[in-house]
């Protein structure tokens, strides 16, 4: 069983739909990252957070530690929100690495 | 600007010919690593680094090498790349908050080994 388990595996959604997109892990962290990779390859980081919730623009993250649950949400999706969402969790102590999920392939549709 | 460059975007090599992909990152971060990216497998770390002269083995570490001589350049080096190396690699630094690190990846070195 893989660390980080994200679901749904693909997505396609409407223009303007409220989208959430999930990630579980399994072991102890300190923090959890969502990363948004657009087609062409580069990876930006949208969130990093390790408790609670934090909002960027259209977007929300939500973590629950006591879950190990955490949900990416996109308010009035838009086309150009279509790329790989990559959820990844650093383990406990300063010198941790980063776990990634396999990401989810999100296409909204005009 | 911060940002993480990478050296080249993109190269074709045969098997066997040494290459060296190079990273650098203008933030002054301490912390700088190499992944690799292949479909259905997602991220995997190949090597880090905690500061100058400090590297150490992520999962994947076989068959690549990287010095950290100094605090800005992170280089991967394959010195007899084979055909299973092909794959897509990205250099990230971070700066720390705390105990979590936030991570800049950069744009992506796309590596075919014929």
């Known amino acids: 069983k893989n660390e980080v388990e994200q679901s749904p595996q693909n997505l396609t959604a409407q223009e303007g739909e409220f989208i959430t997109i999930n990630c579980s892990y399994s072991?102890?962290?300190?923090?959890l990252h969502w990363l948004q990779q657009h087609p062409g390859g580069g990876i930006v980081s949208l969130f990093m957070?390790?408790?609670g919730k934090k909002k960027h623009g259209r977007l929300i993250a939500t973590i629950n530690i006591q879950e190990k649950h955490s949900s990416l949400h996109i308010t009035a999706s838009h086309p150009r929100d279509s790329a790989v969402y990559i959820c990844a969790v650093q383990g406990l102590g300063a010198n941790s690495k980063l776990t990634f999920g396999k990401g989810i392939t999100l296409s909204v549709r005009p | 600007e911060a940002q993480v460059t990478q050296n080249p975007r993109y190269l074709i090599t045969v098997t066997g010919k040494k290459l060296t992909v190079t990273c650098s990152q203008n933030?002054?971060?301490?912390?700088m690593s190499w992944y690799r990216q292949d479909p259905g497998l997602g991220l995997r770390q190949i090597y880090y680094s905690m500061n100058v002269e400090v590297t150490d083995k992520g999962d994947v570490p076989e068959g690549y090498k990287v010095s950290r001589k100094e605090k800005r350049n992170f280089p991967l080096i394959l010195e007899s790349p084979s055909p299973n190396q092909t794959s897509l690699y990205f250099c990230a630094s971070s700066s720390p908050r705390g105990v979590s690190y936030e991570q800049y990846f950069g744009p992506g070195t796309r590596l075919t080994v014929t």
């Open positions: 933030m002054n971060h301490e912390y």
């Open positions: 072991v102890g962290i300190s923090a």
């Open positions: 957070l390790s408790s």
